[in-house]
């Protein structure tokens, strides 16, 4: 089978794009994994599948696939790198843009300058709909990790977040302790972790463990989240920076019930076509 793509990246946050627009593409778990891996396909933290609109009052209809071949439900580096795709290709001449996914919809809008600003949507808090295992929905949340305990925040931007507060993010334990709290029974979904240090109130370093792909360069609804969170706890104003290992994002969210909305850039590297076993 030969399929053609473009190879993308948001931050480092790279991607494989792949348009199903005209006809369905089919990928087995095997062979999602096979496009991701590094040194026998093309490489990649996630797969996106450009598809046509599910629904009337949307434009199209956008799959992420992790490096592991599951699917999840958001990715906001992905969004990003989704208006710019659809653009490039001449699938869209709008400037805003519905996108149905498996977490609800997002609006991507291209600014004038080449950045991409996406409404992320409200954030979820409540245990159940992230999925998180509490009792009750509580502002910071104790998680036991390898016999110690954690303070957390918890919440979804169309995905499961843990957000910690740590002193500097050089040093945080990201590659040991990330794939215990991603892998944690109380997030029957698995979770991104994130690992967030506080520079002011408008700027933050943020690392983040991604369910299925481990620790990305950058993760879009990670920034979201802690930075969320951040407010919550009362440590940031309204828009906030987060650097990542891969650059900056703009994270502006105005409280509860509000969209959060980043701004970040989208890049194109390559196109080409693969031959899947």
């Known amino acids: 089978m030969r399929l053609p793509f473009t190879k993308m990246h948001g931050l480092g946050n790279d991607f494989v794009v792949i348009d199903a627009t005209a006809a369905p593409v089919a990928l087995t778990p095997a062979q999602l994994r096979f496009i ?31 490096a592991d071949g599951g699917e999840v439900e958001q990715c906001g580096n992905g969004a990003r ?11 869209t001449n709008k400037t805003v843009i519905r996108v149905g996914t498996l977490g609800g919809i997002i609006e991507p809008r291209l600014e004038a300058d080449g950045q991409v600003t996406v409404d992320m949507g409200a954030p979820e808090f409540e245990p159940a709909r992230v999925p998180f295992n509490a009792p009750a929905r509580a502002p910071l949340y104790d998680l036991l990790v390898n016999k110690k305990v954690i303070k957390i925040n918890v919440l979804s931007m169309g995905n499961p977040h843990a957000v910690q507060l740590v002193d500097d993010v050089a040093t945080a334990p990201v590659a040991s302790e990330g794939p215990l709290i991603e892998s944690h029974a109380d997030f029957p979904q698995r979770v991104n972790a994130g690992y967030m240090q506080v520079v002011d109130r408008g700027h933050i370093r943020l690392r983040v463990y991604e369910r299925g792909a481990g620790e990305t360069l950058a993760c879009g609804t990670g ?55």
Request: hydrophobic letters at 45%; glycine letters at 12%; charged letters at 20%.
């Open 36 to 66: 991701a891996d590094r040194h026998f396909g093309v490489g990649c933290d996630q797969i996106l599948m450009v598809e046509p609109a599910r629904s009337a009052d949307t434009d199209f209809y956008y799959r992420i696939f992790n």
């Open 81 to 91: 790198c989704f208006v710019r795709y659809v653009h490039q290709r001449g699938l």
């Open 223 to 277: 920034a979201c989240a802690a930075v969320v969170a951040g407010i919550q706890r009362g440590l940031l104003d309204a828009r906030v920076t987060v650097s990542t290992r891969g650059g900056d994002l703009v994270i502006v969210w105005a409280g509860a019930g509000q969209p959060v909305l980043m701004t970040g850039p989208a890049v194109s590297v390559f196109e080409g076509a693969m031959e899947l076993p």
